[in-house]
């Protein structure tokens, strides 16, 4: 019996660890895409403000705007009214690519499919959408600025790959969490159904008239 109720105890706690963890592994996955692209979209439109406050950055770029970029990996490039370049913090190659994508967004009014369209507002719209040219999937903003546009975009193959990382890490956590509590469990229900075993024990001798139970349950009791 002392073994039985130990099994059943340990049952439980895996069972119960086991739901747990999934649970955080299913909400994980679910709503944690939904929490970066909500944390990135909010990075984009920061760089938007600060982009306006800096009066589109045709003066001095300030420090702070480009660590704020390299800190949350993001790609700038601000243009005047005529698409010349006022600002870029990508190579040459990439700036073309990009004010490339203001001409087509904002002058052949070709944006993505509206499906992948997030927000959109007279000033700008969030959307994710593929460069082909890039080969890459983004989180990107763009629009008209009071004498120029501006272009904004983060890499979503990154946002993915940490999902997945953190999904990961959970799934391992869960493992370990569940192997060492059942070793815990195991020892300390030891101590939980000897007592129990015990009284077990003494209930049977009382049942058959033995009444010498009483003194064991006294010893019980003082041990």
Avoid at 24 to 37: D, K, S, T
Avoid at 171 to 176: D, H, L, N, T
């Amino acid at each position: 019996m002392k073994h039985s109720i130990k099994r059943q105890i340990a049952a439980i706690f895996i069972c119960i660890s086991v739901l747990t963890s999934l649970a955080v592994v299913a909400v994980n996955r679910v709503l944690l895409p939904q929490y970066y692209f909500s944390t990135r979209e909010e990075c984009l439109k920061e760089t938007r403000r600060q982009i306006m406050k800096n009066n589109n950055m045709s003066g001095v770029v300030p420090q702070s705007f480009q660590d704020y970029c390299v800190t949350n990996n993001i790609s700038v490039t601000v243009t005047d009214q005529w698409l010349n370049k006022v600002y870029s913090n990508v190579m040459e190659g990439s700036t073309n690519n990009m004010v490339g994508r203001i001409f087509v967004y904002y002058f052949l009014n070709q944006s993505d499919d509206d499906k992948n369209v997030l927000e959109a507002t007279d000033s700008y719209v969030i959307q994710r959408n593929r460069d082909p040219l890039a080969n890459m999937d983004f989180l990107e903003m763009w629009g008209a600025l009071d004498n120029g546009f501006f272009i904004a975009r983060i890499p979503v193959d990154g946002i993915q790959t940490a999902v997945d990382i953190s999904n990961q890490f959970y799934f391992y956590i869960a493992i370990a969490s569940i192997l060492i509590g059942t070793i815990v469990i195991w020892l300390i229900s030891s101590r939980v159904t000897r007592p129990l075993t015990r009284l077990t024990e003494i209930s049977q001798k009382m049942a058959n008239l033995e009444f010498d139970a009483h003194y064991e349950t006294e010893l019980l009791m003082k041990g």
